[in-house]
C-alpha cells in the first residue's frame, strides 16, 4: 500500500518553541491520518525531521510499503536523497533514525515543494506550537 505525505516542521526563535505536523493520504487521497506535535525547544531542521519520521513510524503502522513524502524543506530533501551531507552534529542521529525506518519499505520518494502547497502539514504545525504556548 502507497501512501502520500505532506510534513512539516518548525520553531519559533530557531531553536525554541517548535512542532511537527504531517497529513497522510492514502492511494485515492483520503486523509488516512494527520500529526500535529509539540516538541518542546528545537531549531527548524530537526523538527522537519522528527515530522517525517513521525510520519514514517504512522505509514509503518498503517501497513503501508511505500511513501511519496512532500516537504518544503530543501535542505531536508537533499539530505535525505543523499545529494548533500548532513553535517550538522544534531541532525545526523535524526538522520540515521530515518535511514533505519527507512529499511523497513519497499520505497520511499522524497519531493521538495513550494511552503503554498505544504499548507495542511503547515497548519498542523503550528497548532502544536500555539497550544503549547498558550
Avoid: C, W
Avoid at 59 to 65: H, Q, T, V
Avoid at 110 to 118: D, G, V
Amino acid at each position: 500500500m502507497k501512501l502520500i505525505i505532506y510534513t512539516d516542521g518548525g520553531a519559533r526563535g530557531n531553536p525554541g518553541p517548535a512542532g511537527i505536523g504531517a497529513v497522510i493520504y492514502d492511494e485515492k487521497g483520503r486523509v488516512a491520518a494527520e500529526i500535529s506535535r509539540f516538541l518542546g525547544v528545537a531549531t527548524n531542521n530537526q523538527a522537519e525531521y522528527r515530522a517525517v519520521i513521525a510520519a514514517t513510524e504512522k505509514a509503518l503502522e498503517l501497513g503501508a510499503d511505500e511513501l511519496d513524502f512532500f516537504l518544503d524543506s530543501e535542505l531536508v530533501v537533499k539530505q535525505l536523497k543523499h545529494e548533500y551531507k548532513v553535517k550538522n552534529k544534531d541532525l545526523a542521529p535524526l538522520f540515521l533514525s530515518l535511514h533505519n525506518l527507512s529499511l523497513k519499505f519497499k520505497k520511499i520518494r522524497y519531493t521538495h515543494i513550494p511552503r503554498e502547497r505544504n499548507e495542511r502539514a503547515d497548519s498542523l504545525a503550528n497548532e502544536a506550537m500555539d497550544g503549547a504556548t498558550r
